[in-house]
């Protein structure tokens, strides 16, 4: 299926939102004659965002305590409960028909989490799926588990928003003000930090695009 891809850069969550937005309505008006679907790619500043169902004492700091570290604080449409973004984390927004695409949404996600796995392998790490958990863990390996990449997506009229966030070299001590993604028991980790040095921002960043255009079958055109 073809797919226009779009690196925004460093955006503020609300706008990329709104983005997102507007691809999905081409999407949704393509649909009738010649399905479309996007990849967008971004970083956003430092941001909790809250999922549709997700409980909102996950948050554990005030709003002066936001406002001290510069984060936000957005409700979201998504799926999932409450996570962080931030500078050093790839975050990728796939806008896809999957009506056109021939797979539905358990799918779609088995294949997400997938292209993140394949992208870990390339660093020689094992990613894995917990049952329940949405996302992708390490784990098995002595240390307790987690998680490397959040995924909360939304579907409406057969088409997908908001996807996964992958952990490359973010300033994981944001994520000791929440509950990440409402777990108490699990911990979460960094490319960076699991490969012992920082690596290559577009290696990966290219790896993860490769893998998840493999994974949904789109055939990206850059966007001039």
């Not at 999407?27 to 010649?34: D, G, K, M, P």
């Not at 094992?126 to 390996?141: F, H, Q």
């Not at 911990?187 to 255009?213: H, M, Q, R, Y």
């Amino acid at each position: 299926m073809q797919a226009e891809f779009i690196d925004i850069g460093l955006t503020e969550y609300n706008a990329a939102w709104k983005i997102q937005n507007e691809c999905f309505e081409k999407v949704l008006e393509a649909r009738s004659h010649q399905p479309l679907s996007f990849l967008l790619f971004c970083e956003h500043p430092h941001v909790y965002t809250l999922g549709k169902y997700g409980q909102s004492d996950n948050l554990l700091i005030s709003n002066e305590f936001l406002k001290s570290i510069g984060a936000q604080y957005v409700h979201t449409d998504r799926g999932g409960d409450i996570t962080y973004h931030g500078p050093g984390q790839i975050v990728a927004y796939p806008i896809v028909d999957l009506d056109a695409a021939g797979y539905g949404i358990k799918e779609y996600v088995y294949r997400i989490e997938e292209a993140v796995i394949r992208t870990l392998a390339a660093y020689h790490l094992r990613g894995e799926r917990i049952s329940g958990a949405t996302g992708v863990w390490l784990r098995n390996d002595g240390k307790p588990d987690r998680k490397i990449c959040a995924i909360g997506v939304r579907v409406n009229r057969r088409i997908t928003m908001h996807g996964l966030a992958f952990n490359v070299m973010t300033d994981l001590k944001y994520f000791n003000y929440i509950n990440p993604c409402g777990f108490t028991d699990k911990g979460v980790t960094s490319l960076a930090l699991e490969c012992g040095k920082k690596p290559d921002w577009g290696t990966v960043n290219n790896l993860l695009k490769i893998n998840l255009s493999e994974q949904l079958n789109l055939k990206l055109k850059q966007k001039e």
